[in-house]
């Protein structure tokens, strides 16, 4: 069993940064692959970036070459850094934990959820 509180979301113009953080307990943090997910209203939920127990990380097409991934297994934390941000970003991000799956991740725990905003 894992827990999550994701932080660090916030209102930013766009072209702005923000720094995801997602706290984890509960459980052996550095065995499982991890992931920030988004949903904005009306669409659904998208996974943004992977990254393996290895470092290994991987990206949706939409955030390629703006956001980076990053894990801390000496404080169970993972980060998701954002950069250029667009107003299309905007959305609710989860924190999750999870495994690969022929290649594929899949989440198995999940944070509550942190709102980004990019408005001017």
């Known amino acids: 069993q894992v827990q999550l509180v994701e932080s660090g979301g916030g209102l930013v113009q766009p072209g702005g940064s923000l720094r995801l953080s997602c706290a984890a307990s509960g459980s052996i943090f550095s065995i499982y692959a991890l992931g920030w997910y988004r949903q904005a209203p009306g669409k659904e939920r998208e996974l943004v970036a992977s990254?393996?127990?290895?470092?290994?990380?991987n990206y949706a097409d939409s955030v390629k070459g703006r956001f980076s991934i990053s894990r801390d297994n000496t404080k169970n934390t993972v980060y998701l850094q954002m950069n250029s941000l667009k107003a299309e970003d905007t959305a609710v991000y989860y924190c999750?934990?999870?495994?690969?799956?022929?290649?594929?991740?899949?989440?198995?725990?999940w944070g509550q959820g942190t709102q980004v905003t990019v408005s001017s």
């Open positions: 990254i393996t127990n290895g470092g290994r990380t």
């Open positions: 999750s934990a999870g495994r690969l799956r022929l290649g594929v991740y899949e989440a198995n725990y």
